[in-house]
């Protein structure tokens, strides 16, 4: 089933009515000078964080995959988020928080590959050009029979990417 089809049977018993939005995401290539921005415009914008391991053990922590940080609103955010590209040297700010990433030996290498995958996409996007990339809108009002009908479609469709970066 393709995710079109999904959608459509999603939305054939529920009220298709957005709500509202659940996050915008600004990708960029420095999420530094990003930051900075919003800032001198006022928005109140924690330090970016990103997942991290040691190359070698013994080594110390590197960033690797994607970081983020999120400017806060009542209802929603607006996601900054950048690729780590440690080909161009890019490393990230000083006061960037490296999360150690951890996670149980039999789903260590699915982690890393899907973060590593993620990467791509992300340095992808940013191939084409700096900006809103990911628009992720809340879902319709939920009623009984529009519960029923998503159910009955995603366990149809389990692949579907739920992200909202399509």
């Known amino acids: 089933m393709t995710a079109p089809t999904a959608v459509r049977q999603i939305q054939a018993g529920a ?32 330090p970016s964080s990103f997942p991290a391991l040691a190359p070698h053990p013994g080594e110390p922590l590197r960033a690797f995959g994607t970081g983020n940080t999120h400017i806060s609103f009542r209802r929603t955010f607006v996601e900054l988020v950048t690729a780590v590209d440690d080909r ?9 928080n490296l999360v150690p990433l951890q996670a149980p030996a039999d789903v260590f290498d699915r ?20 900006g809103l990339h990911i628009w992720s809108s809340a879902p319709p009002m939920l009623t009984p029979r529009s519960l029923v009908s998503r159910r009955r479609a995603w366990r149809m469709a389990p692949s579907i990417d739920c992200s909202g970066r399509r």
């Open 15 to 46: 009220d298709a009515t957005v709500s509202g939005i659940q996050h915008v995401g600004h990708v960029v290539r420095d999420i530094e000078a990003a930051i900075a921005l919003y800032r001198r415009m006022g928005f109140l914008v924690p």
């Open 88 to 96: 161009r040297g890019r490393a990230v700010g000083a006061d960037a």
């Open 111 to 130: 982690l890393t590959e899907s973060i590593t995958h993620t990467a791509t996409r992300m340095s992808e996007a940013l191939a084409r050009f700096e």
